[in-house]
């Protein structure tokens, strides 16, 4: 079959602040168990960021050049000898897998196993804005966290991405939230269903709030360490932002030495964490097509909405990137392909 090359954004190489160039690369290989997806729009998130800063390159061994971007919606084109879960003209959302990002473009193969329908009462940059924040917050409060009905849980950074998820993931379960965000945000983060809204600005999260049984940290070493007196014991205090800790390193397969710096980096965190009797662990959201299945049944039921920022045109990607690096967003922002 004849490989046409597509408009993509991507680095030569990495370097912190660089722009991503506009280039054309060939269409990705289709492997058995792969779909082809026409990219729509494409969510744009601070991980994009930091691998063109080369901050994951001891744990994400890329090829270059490389096209970055870590969410789409679209619908399928073509699909694999051993796809059974898609057709062509499926439309559907997806993260496609650390391994095999590269959304900033006009086609990408993902695995099956990565890809869910989109959901019906969305937008394909809504659904774009979706699935790597929304996997995120279910691996902490679903897998991980084990959130009950009745629990406490803070979630930090409430108007972010993530954060925006969150809350109302948690709400859905029967969780007490609260969450921190500027005076700005207030009104956002309280129509999102949160019960305690700490504005960061006048109030410290940690002398309001006690007694919690999860805590949900997006932010700094500051943040993750006063997090402990918010917290009772038996506590989770679970981590996107790092430091990352030793069982993380073996799952992600990391070299012994790796494992090491880990352990050293996160020992501070670990130790002071376990003198409280609270568990503290790291996690790196994965792709998975099934718990983004139970997603788009939450959007479409109208559990959970997107909250979108901004939506920049496909030329402006590089402008997109920019506004997340503020650190400002109020939610999503996204990137229209087609
Ligand atoms: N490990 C993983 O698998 C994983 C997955 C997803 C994200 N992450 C990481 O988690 C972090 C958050 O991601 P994101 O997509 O949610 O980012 P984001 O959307 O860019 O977050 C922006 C939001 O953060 C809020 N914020 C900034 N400083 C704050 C503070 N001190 N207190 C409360 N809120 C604050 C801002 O609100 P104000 O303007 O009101 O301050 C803004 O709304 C990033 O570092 C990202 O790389 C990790």
Redesign the pocket.
Same mark, same amino acid.
């Given at each position: 079959m004849k490989v046409s090359p597509m408009k993509s954004f991507l680095i030569d190489r990495y370097k912190k602040g660089g722009a991503l160039r506009l280039g054309e690369m060939s269409e990705p290989k289709l492997r058995e168990n792969d779909v082809m997806v026409e990219i729509h729009a494409a969510g744009v998130?601070?991980?994009d960021s930091?691998i063109r800063d080369g901050e994951f390159k001891l744990i994400l061994r890329y090829r270059l050049p490389l096209i970055l971007g870590s969410d789409l919606a679209g619908v399928v084109t073509r699909v694999g000898s051993k796809v059974t879960r898609f057709s062509p003209g499926d439309e559907v959302y997806a993260h496609p897998g650390q391994d095999r990002i590269g959304t900033f473009a006009e086609f990408i193969a993902i695995d099956q196993a990565n890809v869910a329908l989109k959901p019906k009462n969305l937008t394909m940059e809504e659904a774009a804005s979706i699935p790597? @924040?929304a996997l *995120?917050a279910w691996q902490v409060l679903v897998e991980r966290a084990n959130l009950q009905k009745g629990q406490k849980v803070l979630i930090? +950074? =409430? %108007? /972010? /991405? @993530? =954060?925006t998820i969150a809350i109302q993931l948690a709400k859905h379960l029967g969780a007490y939230v609260a969450t *921190? *965000? %500027?005076t +700005?945000?207030v009104a956002l983060v309280k129509s999102l269903g949160a019960d305690v809204v700490v504005d960061?600005k006048n109030d410290d999260f940690e002398k309001v709030l006690q007694g919690y049984d999860v805590v949900l940290n %997006?932010?700094g070493k500051d *943040?993750l360490e006063k997090s402990l007196g918010v917290l009772k014991p038996g506590g989770k205090l679970i981590s996107?932002?790092g430091p990352p800790d030793p069982d993380f390193a073996k799952e992600n397969g990391s070299g012994w030495l790796l494992q090491q710096v880990m352990r050293l980096l996160s020992s501070g965190i670990r130790r002071k964490s376990k003198r409280r009797g609270i568990n503290y662990s790291f996690?790196?959201?994965t792709a998975n097509g099934r718990q983004l299945g139970k997603i788009t049944s939450l959007i479409e039921a109208g559990d959970i909405r997107p909250v979108m920022d901004r939506v920049f045109p496909f030329e402006k990607t590089n402008e997109a990137l920019a506004y @997340?690096e503020t =650190?400002? +967003?109020?939610g999503?922002v996204v990137v229209t392909v087609k």
């Open positions: 998130n601070p991980v930091k790597l @924040v *995120t930090h +950074a =409430g %108007s /972010g /991405g @993530v =954060g *921190t *965000t %500027s +700005a945000n960061y %997006s932010l *943040t996107i932002s996690l790196f959201m @997340v =650190g400002r +967003a109020k999503k």
